[in-house]
């Protein structure tokens, strides 16, 4: 059974910084291009950033260049996201996806940036 499971967001000051991961299991992490997508209030699911199976090439939306970094670690199955100079406009659910047959979503982490 495929399970992808979001972990460390939270609440964060305008200029802060989170990290993301993203747990995966139950289908060979190290063959399927991963990636971030968010969903604020209101709008539609969008993506975020993007990286191939070794990890040597990743893409990000426009939104967030400079600013968040798309790792993944194969031998620990884990997709890792860092964002640094969070903005207000990145408050979102935070969500992993698996490029495998028809994808695989996970349940979502909440990022919130306030002061």
């Known amino acids: 059974q495929v399970q992808l499971v979001e972990s460390g967001g939270g609440l964060v000051q305008p200029g802060g910084s989170l990290s993301l991961s993203c747990a995966a299991s139950g289908f060979t992490f190290s063959r399927y291009h991963m990636s971030w997508y968010r969903q604020a209030p209101g709008k539609e699911r969008e993506f975020v950033a993007g990286i191939t199976t070794s990890g040597g090439s990743t893409n990000y939306a426009d939104s967030v260049k400079e600013r968040f970094t798309i790792s993944r670690d194969n031998a620990k199955n884990t997709l890792y996201l860092q964002m640094n100079s969070l903005k207000p406009e990145d408050t979102a659910v935070y969500y992993c996806?698996?490029?495998?047959?028809?994808?695989?979503w996970g349940q979502g982490t909440q990022v919130t940036v306030s002061s």
């Open positions: 996806y698996a490029a495998r047959g028809a994808g695989s």
